[in-house]
């Protein structure tokens, strides 16, 4: 008797996996050349003013939006802020809350591993950039009828958008930073999203500062980050 795979899947909803392969040569290259893009990647905290087409964080966004989930139930919610009262509200709010991790509820070892960053509770970034980008991971979804429908692995689901996101952002010629204010609650209220949505990451996207600066750090060889066996 043959082997039928168990699903619940509809076989008629399948199609063909739209694959080219390419010879190795290309393969190598193309492997190395983005390697090397994305190598030039740094984070920085000092942006442009400059306006920035929304048309490019759409993009952004889309490619977000292509990235693996738990049972492709693509548990992410992007909100995308260019209005400036609100990003100023999001600073001030940031900002009250920074100034309490950063004198008094941070622990001493992690406050020593933010010194090299230059870190601080002041937030220009958040103003700065013509657009902040907040993530946020749907902890469950809703059934037709209103009930509450289970959601797996959203957030390694939505750290791999995340990455999809910061790539795009860089490859199409601009900067971004990776803010974690902690907590985060208060921006599910200022930007009205229910209370399914957790704020995961936030991520301000502009054009970098003319005198913008980056930490000197460097990235952890192969040797150190990959075992073969």
Request: glycine share 6%; charged share 25%.
């Amino acid at each position: 008797m043959p082997d039928t795979p168990t699903s619940f899947a509809d076989p008629a909803k399948f199609v063909p996996l739209a694959f080219h392969r390419r010879p190795p040569g290309e393969m190598l290259e193309r492997a190395a050349a983005f390697y090397r893009e994305l190598n030039r990647r740094r984070t920085t905290r000092h942006f442009s003013t400059e306006p920035v087409p929304r048309e490019l964080i759409e993009w952004a966004i889309r490619t977000a939006g292509t990235a693996p989930s738990g049972a492709h139930q693509q548990p992410w919610t992007f909100v995308a802020v260019s209005d400036r009262a609100t990003k100023q509200a999001i600073r001030e709010a940031a900002e009250q809350e920074e100034h309490e991790f950063y004198h008094g509820r941070a622990p001493e070892e992690w406050l020593e591993a933010l010194a090299p960053l230059g870190t601080d509770e002041i937030k220009t970034h958040l103003t700065d950039a013509p657009w902040v980008v907040v993530l946020f991971r749907q902890a469950h979804g809703f059934r037709p009828d209103g009930a509450k429908r289970t959601y797996y692995y959203t957030q390694e689901s939505c750290g791999i958008a995340a990455g999809f996101f910061i790539a795009a952002v860089h490859m199409m010629g601009l900067v971004t930073l990776t803010h974690t204010p902690n907590p985060m609650g208060f921006l599910s209220e200022l930007l009205g999203r229910p209370s399914n949505e957790k704020a995961m990451l936030v991520l301000p996207v502009g054009y970098p500062a003319a005198d913008a600066k980056v930490p000197d750090l460097e990235r952890k060889p192969l040797d150190q980050i990959a075992v073969w066996r």
